[in-house]
């Protein structure tokens, strides 16, 4: 199972792109890598998963480099109500019905400024 | 509207006294999870299950047991509370598997006194 690091805290002032890396060195073939974000009191949140390359949504984007041992989760334009804990997660889909045991990291506690 | 419950959302107890968390999902998926949350750790995983009848351990089984006789209910079982399992708890399920797109459920503050 890919273990995961990550800054433990970052802060950034509003209107600001922010980009959080995630170093996975062990990461398998198989493996996908997941970013969640949650706010104190509630449960995680999707925000976006990829394999390669760069994949984007309406929230972020998340660039992988050709070795994938690492990753950066890209907020756009930050506002406050973007102040959470955001965890990677590297691991099999599962559609194999692979290891299924996961583990989150202690995440990247960002703080947006006024 | 697709969603992850778990009842109760607070809940204060003593020790050894037996407890149950509920977990319902409405979603039909297939992969259900528990995970505790305490400071400076992370999220952790306790239990998971892969369909019904199917579970097996997380990285915390420890003082839990879990049952899923139905799909879309996955309750975790204290048959003993310590104060150690006070947490944040929370239950997720998914279509399948680890890093797929999951639905966590609103979590549930356990006090074992």
């Known amino acids: 199972l890919a273990k995961t690091t990550q800054p433990i805290s970052m802060d950034s002032y509003e209107g600001q792109e922010v980009n959080i890396t995630c170093s996975h060195n062990?990461?398998?073939?198989?493996?996908?890598i997941t970013w969640y974000q949650q706010f104190p009191s509630q449960g995680p949140r999707f925000i976006i998963q990829?394999?390669?390359t760069k994949v984007t949504n309406e929230v972020a984007s998340l660039f992988i480099p050709a070795d994938r041992k690492s990753s950066t989760l890209s907020l756009p334009r930050v506002s406050l109500s973007d102040t959470a804990v955001y965890y990677c997660?590297?691991?099999?889909?599962?559609?194999?019905?692979?290891?299924?045991?996961?583990?989150f990291g202690t995440g990247t506690r960002l703080t947006i400024i006024p | 509207e697709a969603q992850v419950t778990q009842n109760p959302r607070y809940l204060i107890t003593v020790t050894g006294k037996k407890l149950t968390v509920t977990c319902s999902q409405n979603?039909?998926?297939?992969?259900m999870s528990w995970y505790r949350q305490d400071p400076g750790l992370g999220l952790r995983q306790i239990y998971y299950?892969?369909?019904?009848?199917?579970?097996d351990k997380g990285d915390v089984p420890e003082g839990y047991k879990v049952s899923r006789k139905e799909k879309r209910n996955f309750p975790l079982i204290l048959e003993s509370p310590s104060p150690n399992q006070t947490s944040l708890y929370f239950c997720?399920?998914?279509?399948?598997?680890?890093?797929?797109?999951?639905?966590f459920g609103p979590g549930t503050r356990l006090t074992v006194t």
């Open positions: 997720a399920s998914s279509t399948s598997g680890l890093a797929h797109l999951k639905y």
């Open positions: 062990n990461i398998a073939t198989n493996d996908y």
């Open positions: 990829g394999y390669k």
């Open positions: 997660l590297v691991g099999d889909r599962g559609d194999d019905f692979g290891n299924e045991k996961l583990t």
């Open positions: 979603m039909n998926h297939e992969y």
């Open positions: 299950s892969m369909n019904v009848e199917v579970t």
